[in-house]
C-alpha cells in the first residue's frame, strides 16, 4: 500500500470488491454484524438452520471470495504493487458457537460476550496456512463441511478463557479452483473492475 497513491486506491478497491462478494452471498442465509477492517462477522440463531445448509453458507462464501478474484484479475490492466499481487490474496474463516448479548446501533448489530471473544482471539493462532476454515468443537455438530474439506485438530490456549479445541480445514488449488468456476452468474462485468480502478485513479 505504501509504494504509491493508485497501489492504496487499487487495494482499497480490491478488499471492498472481495468483502462485498462474500456479504453478499453469506446473507442468503446468515445475519451481517459489522465490518472490522478487512474481515466480516456473520451469525445465526442456535437451531434455525441445519448442519448442511451452515457448511454451505461457508464454501458459498470461499466461492464468492474466489470468482471475485478472479474476476479482478481478468479486469486488471495495472502494474501497480496491489493489482500485480492479487493471487497473493486468500481467505480464513472461523466458525465458532456459543452465548452472545446483542445490541443494535444504526445499521450494525455489535455481539458481546465470552464467545465472542473466543472467536476474535483465536485468528491469532498456530495454524500453519493462510487459507483454511476453523471450526471450534463447540461449532463441530453444527455445520456439515463437503468431505473434500479435510479435517486437522488444532488446539488453542486463549488467555483468560483456557483451551479452545477444533479442527483446520486446509484447502490446496484445486479446490480453489472448482470454487473460482462456480456457475453463479458474477456481480458485474470484468471491465467494471477496471472502470472502478481508472475512478479511483482520477480522484481529486
Request: aromatic share 8%.
Amino acid at each position: 500500500m505504501t509504494s504509491s497513491r493508485f497501489s492504496f486506491d487499487h487495494a482499497m478497491t480490491i478488499v471492498h470488491a472481495l468483502v462485498e462478494a462474500m456479504i453478499e452471498d453469506a446473507t442468503r442465509n446468515l445475519v451481517f454484524s459489522k465490518l472490522e477492517g478487512d474481515a466480516a462477522l456473520f451469525f445465526v440463531e442456535a437451531g434455525k438452520h441445519s448442519p448442511d445448509v451452515l457448511g454451505e453458507s461457508v464454501t458459498g462464501i470461499l466461492s464468492a471470495f474466489y470468482r471475485e478474484r478472479e474476476r479482478l484479475k481478468a479486469s486488471n490492466i495495472c502494474p501497480c504493487r496491489a493489482c500485480r499481487h492479487l493471487d497473493d490474496l486468500d481467505i480464513k474463516i472461523f466458525v465458532h458457537r456459543g452465548k452472545a448479548a446483542r445490541f443494535q446501533f444504526n445499521n450494525s448489530v455489535d455481539l458481546f460476550g465470552t464467545d465472542v471473544i473466543v472467536l476474535h482471539r483465536i485468528m491469532k493462532n498456530s495454524i500453519d496456512s493462510h487459507r483454511y476454515v476453523m471450526v471450534t468443537d463447540a461449532a463441530a455438530d453444527s455445520i456439515a463441511l463437503p468431505n473434500t474439506l479435510q479435517p486437522q485438530a488444532v488446539e488453542e490456549n486463549v488467555e483468560h478463557i483456557g483451551l479452545i479445541r477444533g479442527n483446520a480445514f486446509i484447502f490446496g488449488n484445486d479446490l480453489i479452483a472448482g470454487w473460482a468456476q462456480n456457475s453463479r452468474p458474477d456481480r458485474r462485468s470484468v471491465w467494471s473492475g477496471t472502470l472502478s480502478k481508472l475512478r479511483e485513479n482520477l480522484r481529486p
